[in-house]
T-cell receptor, first 114, second 112 residues
Framework: DAGVTQSPTHLIKTRGQHVTLRCSPI?????VSWYQQVLGQGPQFIFQ???????GRGNFPDRFSARQFPNYSSELNVNALLLGDSALYLC?????????????FGQGTRLTVV | GQQLNQSPQSMFIQEGEDVSMNCTSS?????WLWYKQEPGEGPVLLIA?????ELTSNGRLTAQFGITRKDSFLNISASIPSDVGIYFC????????????FGQGTRLTINP
């Protein structure tokens, strides 16, 4: 079975632009979470979605938004990009998104804002 | 953002040596997890701990969930070159969302 897949793998954007990152969860998994990992740090929680509804949101500005589709894939959108948004964006999928199921990460999308 | 205090930040060891790293938090977590991340990849789950005091092994890896639920450690015995990478601890506090709080990571380098 395929693992969590993210696209694109690398992306370069200019300040002020917007970006859309995509994630396909493991087959059968219904929950997707997004994390931002700045170089040299651990990942920071951005969003969790389960059955197309937002379950949780981290301490990120409203420029960050996400959604989950009926096939459980997800998009992360970031508007008005800042240099500080440069990071590895990780998607994690889990079966139900509850505390008794583990999350599995994709390889990430490396976003560079110039 | 909220992070766990993970130490040491980096380790340089000889192949065959044992490794120990730990993680502390000011908050209680219901689950502790240990991940390994290699360049260009996402974190890979190594060990999950669900009960205070729990000691769990996965091959040469052993991890424990602290009694206070505010700390955890990971030990790697007889290190080999493929153990190189960055190790992250993560705490999970399920409050309606499966949010993981990560440490800063321990970078492990092994001299053959």
């Amino acid at each position: 079975d395929a693992g969590v897949t993210q696209s694109p793998t690398h992306l370069i954007k200019t300040r002020g632009q917007h970006v859309t990152l995509r994630c396909s969860p493991i087959s059968g998994h219904k929950s997707v979470s997004w994390y931002q990992q700045v170089l040299g740090q651990g990942p920071q929680f951005i969003f969790q979605y389960y059955e197309k509804e937002e379950r949780g949101r981290g301490n990120f500005p409203d420029r960050f938004s996400a959604r989950q589709f009926p096939n459980y894939s997800s998009e992360l959108n970031v508007n008005a990009l800042l240099l500080g948004d440069s990071a590895l964006y990780l998607c994690a999928s889990s079966y139900t998104g509850t505390e008794d199921t583990e999350a599995f990460f994709g390889q990430g999308t490396r976003l560079t804002v110039v | 953002g909220q992070q766990l205090n993970q130490s040491p930040q980096s380790m340089f060891i000889q192949e065959g040596e044992d490794v120990s790293m730990n993680c502390t938090s000011s908050s209680i977590f219901n689950t502790w997890l240990w991940y390994k991340q290699e360049p260009g990849e996402g974190p890979v789950l190594l060990i999950a701990l669900y009960k205070a005091g729990e000691l769990t092994s996965n091959g040469r890896l052993t991890a424990q969930f602290g009694i206070t639920r505010k700390d955890s450690f990971l030990n790697i015995s007889a290190s080999i070159p493929s153990d190189v990478g960055i190790y992250f601890c993560a705490g999970r506090d399920f409050q309606g969302a499966q949010k993981l709080v990560f440490g800063q990571g321990t970078r492990l380098t092994i001299n053959p």
